[in-house]
């Protein structure tokens, strides 16, 4: 069966527990025989509060006066050391909110044809197992239409199941039976948890004792069985000798909102939950039913084949294991697959934005606080959602940015007396926008005032794919306009008398200066630059679209012919900093440089054709390894290189197994056994970064045409990929043999113009009509499409 993950053994870790969710509720199960453990998540449980108004540094003034003058010294070390005063408290952290436990009558009998499997078609995830002659499965889901999870127990023979059910939490909390016989988990989020990486910090995990503020979150279960009878104690439900037995779960908080303060002693979640529960009902099969349309409407959008499924019944981790010795390119197409659930899973409609770890944690301190860290990882988690056509998943985070501006305006006032918004390297639900690092944070990471304007083109993308031009005028211009004004007012003369950025990091990447020692703040970095020149360009499109703020853009305008040109080096790199610093880790993770590349759009081969021979370079010289996001990147990358077998080598790279859990930097990427990549640890990003990267090798539209498989492998000679879609409104259906496009259909569903890039003679046809085509700049190929046309595109070369 295609689309499956499979397994023969229960999972042991919780890499290895099987992921379902609906935006809001996630669920880990693991799948044991004598106990189940199903590890619940709600998107909405953060540590803390909303951001308190006195963590903004209202007189920075003088300090980024002295960082700037610092800088243009060269006086580094003083400007790293200065810098630090610009920084505010870090930011929170995502809460595990329970655990599902369901404990099964101990037998000595045998195991046997135990199977444990994920349909990804179906987002379900199914245990079966036959003991002491009997047959046991168990289904279960996470709706998004009903808000529940589902757990469906059966046995072929009748009365047989038994079992105790109980709710247990990390968070400080309790579980009850409530008048209604249903089991009932309340627990309290910390007022604090530190990240991680700070280490064994005095109190990392501190709870308001007066509960007079944060979040709670509540976990509600109705129990039906069949057959058979159900006891209760005073925390937990015993199913006796029952035939079959549905469970709904229902959870929920009381997040009001990224500015509000949660209300206290509100039993708002407790009675929504009790709702909920209510209106699901406990008819597994229509409960079923709408989980599966509602999500296959979705997942059907995409399919790929990248050749048959040879090895289709195999165990996904013995798969794995075998990618790099054994063809199997349908594994490929699975974990392309697999981002896209994942997206679905973590991303829908009204929830918050999926987090480092999408939408699953187990732990009071995860890695990075499991937040937004809006340098790489946040945008990498989107990086899908437009192309492989769940542009309703991109709104979490689209939503969420209203908020990150919100708090932005204020930031971009204290720190940089900037008007518009700004945000830095990361944030959480509370949609913060200051440098954390609480003054002792590297500056490296921390004070890098980029992350907003670098957001905003996921609001002018999702303009390109769909053509909203609501969207685009209410909200996204807003957004984008906001940004824009930021960057204009922080832009400061160099000393050659360029406009540039001071502060300035290549994020998370240090320099050897001319003291011979490592700092991170200089000026005009070429990520700084790239962003930049992307958000003019975006700024400008969108402004002609609207047909407003001509004087914004005339602004705009005046500035970028002041801006700094980005530098290629002695070696014929791009140039990572201002000035040809020595790189001490040329293998750096971050390869923050090709931005103007990836995701940017300002370095390709027809246009930019010097920029594009330098950032290969640049990239030969990363190497081909790197944490699990940073191998994703490097597969677009090289997509966007035009080199498909550059892009696979990476992709195998990505593609074996993660022996460690821990946190490391420098080796140990890949995937664990549920197929989560590993940084190490589980981070999110490299699954959607995978599943950017294979579509930005079948497909491309960046650079103002549609670039038809511009960087197919020569290990997928044949496949097809359909329902892909390009910016402009264009849905794709490709096909290839032998490593050459046999059939393109597409179709145009906002009668834009079409621009493809391929060899003459192209016939487009529009039913059975031929198309008149034009020959433009460089060789592309223009035709005027009709709203809803089915066109067929034949001769591509
Ligand atoms: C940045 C990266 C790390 C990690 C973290 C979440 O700090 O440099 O590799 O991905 O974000």
Redesign the pocket.
Known sequence: MTNVLRYRTPAKQWVEALPLGNGSIGAMLYGGVNQEIIKLNEASLWSGKPVAADVLHEDSAEVLAAVRKAVFEGNYEEADKLAAGLQGPYGEAYMPLGSLLLDFSESDEPVEDYERFLDIENATATVSYRQDGALFTREVFVSAPDQVMVVRLTCDQPGRLSFDVRLDSLLRSRSFLDDNRQLVLTGSAPAVSLPNYLGDVKDPIVYDEEEESGLHGVVRLSVHAEGGEISSGTASLHIRNASSATLVLAASTNYAGFDQTPPIGNNQPLTETLETVRAAGSSYEHLRERHISDYAELFDRVRLDLGPDSNGDRATDERLADFATTPDPAFAALLFQYGRYLLIASSRVGSPPAN?QGLWSDSLRPP?SSNY?I???TQMNYWLAESCALPECHTPLLDWLGDVAENGKKVAKAYYNAEGWCAHHNSDLWAFAHPVGGGTGWPG?ANWPMGGAWLCRHLWEHYEYGGDIEFLRDYGWPLIRGAAKFILDFLVRDPDGYLGTNPSTSP?HAFIGPDGKSHAISYSTTMDLSIIRDLFDSCKKASSVLQIDGDLVDRIEAAEAELRPIAINKDGLLQEWVIDFVDPEPEH??TSHLYGLHPGKIITDLKAPEYFAAARKSLEHRGDWG?G?ALAWKINFWARLRDGNHAYRIASNLLRPALRTGVE?SEGAGLYPNLFDA?PPF?IDGNFGFTAGVTEMLLQSHAGYIDLLPALPDNWPEGSISGVRARGGFTLDIFWKAGKIERVEMESLLGSRCRVRCSEGVLVRLGDKDVAVEVGEFGILEFGTVVGGRYSIGGVG
């Open positions: 480092l990075w860290t340098n790489i990882n990471w998370e993770r971050h944490t996001w930097y940084h981070q």
